[in-house]
């Protein structure tokens, strides 16, 4: 190894790894996002980060007494984000994660929050328009591609993809399965109706015509992954319908036409329904399940995340145990700095370099810029660390080797384990 690249002090060290976590760019496995070809499921600027549902349940919380949650959502966008601005960010200090985002965000686009004027903020964002705005939010945040989550059971979607929707290539598509899974007496009418010989009990030739529907829509969309977010109670094997289904259906898909299967796992919808997207919930779901399915189907790739911080371990040490289960994200109810940096620590100490650590779950394009650059501050912490105490055994780490394990860790994971 040459003299010049060797890395002897902490203070270097540290230079290095936030200069290169800061700068590598990510692969975004799973968002909410849509390009500007998918017209208005484009989601963007402040008002749509302001009413962002996390933002919704926090303000329903300071409003108890006051508005209701069908009161809130009788109101205009406008009006939402004018009462979410006065209650949580000029009423009481916006330091929660979610209140932190738009501020990161406004300051991330080199505007002054300090006068605090959410109109003046508006400013900006008026006849912006929605492709150069999204090259310039890609570019902020260091983000070259991102999943999206496409549903085909969803009208609207839909037919934007039978109508030839053309769209950013840096937008793949990730093939939702909650519709099929999740909402099985919904859907099967659905696709009865569209001439798919499927029963209310999925019995008969349910599950080779929900393969048949899949594959038309894998062709359409050629989707990276399929992906479902699974209750807390989901269990495999089960005799619920639910695991039926997966079993009969989604997993044989998974296996004979090599489309990795994402499985996010915990949410319980609609604890509160009249909160509606702010509704759901959470609770603590079953890891031995999950080993289940990977001994089971052994060629099939696993992305898995889970909503529990009580189920980031068992993850880990079944990551452990079957190759083919791949860690992803900070989901959602654990997408926060304390518990981010926790599970990346214990994940490294577990996984090493071979997990993938972090996603967004975007459903708002400028939320990129402060949900990436909020992870990568912790990610570089913990990088930190952890060589420092390689460091301490006299192992000698270069800088070209610090980029190869994060372009790992923010690109290469990904891409190695999805192709
Ligand atoms: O099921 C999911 O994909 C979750 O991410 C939900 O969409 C949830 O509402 C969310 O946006 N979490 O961040
Ligand atoms: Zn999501």
């Known amino acids: 190894m040459s003299e010049l690249c060797r890395i002897t002090d902490r203070e270097t060290l540290e230079r290095q790894v936030r ?19 998918f017209g208005d499921l484009m ?144 859907s099967q009418p659905k696709l009865a109706a569209q001439g798919y010989d499927v029963t209310p009990d999925f019995s008969g030739r349910s599950a080779e015509e929900v393969m048949r529907f899949l594959r038309y829509w894998r062709e359409k969309m050629d989707p990276l992954y399929m992906a479902v977010s699974l209750p807390d109670d989901f269990r495999y094997p089960a005799d619920s319908l639910q695991t039926r289904i997966v079993e009969q259906a989604i997993l044989p898909l998974a296996d004979q036409d090599e489309l ?14 009249p909160l509606l997207l702010a509704g759901d919930g959470m609770g603590i779901s079953d890891v031995r399940s999950v080993e289940r399915m990977c001994e089971a189907w052994p060629s099939v790739r696993f992305l898995v995340t889970m909503l529990a911080q009580e189920n980031q371990h ?15 994200g900070c989901w959602w109810f654990v997408n926060n700095p304390s518990l ?10 577990m996984l090493g370099l071979g997990f993938i650590p972090q996603h967004s779950d975007a459903r708002i394009l ?33 800088a070209e080797e610090i980029q190869r394990d994060v372009s790992g860790l923010c690109s290469g994971n990904f891409w190695q384990f999805v192709s």
């Open 19 to 37: 200069r290169i976590v800061a700068d590598t760019p990510v692969v975004d496995l799973h968002t909410h996002l849509y390009d500007a070809g």
């Open 43 to 186: 989601l963007w600027g402040p008002d749509e980060m302001l009413t962002y549902h996390y933002l919704i349940s926090e303000l329903l919380r300071a409003e108890r007494g006051r508005t209701s949650p069908a009161q809130f959502y009788a109101m205009s966008r406008r009006e939402q984000a004018d009462l979410i601005w006065q209650r949580l960010f000029l009423d009481a200090s916006p330091i929660s994660e979610a209140c932190r985002g738009p501020l990161t965000v406004f300051h991330a686009l080199g505007l002054d929050v300090s006068n605090r004027s959410l109109d003046e903020l508006r400013g900006y964002f008026a006849d912006r328009d929605p492709e150069e705005y999204t090259d310039h939010v890609l570019q902020t945040a260091g983000v070259t591609d991102v999943v999206m989550t496409n549903d085909p059971l969803d009208p609207h979607e839909v037919q934007m993809w039978e109508d030839g929707v053309v769209h950013d290539i840096r937008f793949h598509a990730g093939l939702r399965l909650d519709a099929i899974i999740c909402q099985w007496a919904q």
């Open 260 to 273: 990795p299967l994402a499985l996010m796992i915990g949410v319980i919808r609609a604890v509160n329904p």
């Open 314 to 328: 068992g993850l880990c040490v079944a990551a452990r145990k079957f190759p083919n289960l791949m860690p992803f």
């Open 340 to 349: 981010i940096e926790r599970i990346t620590r214990m994940r490294t100490e």
């Open 366 to 398: 400028d939320q990129l810029i402060y949900k990436w650059s909020h992870f990568r501050e912790i990610l570089a912490e913990v990088l930190v660390d952890k060589y420092a105490d390689l460091m301490r055994t006299g192992w000698q780490i270069t």
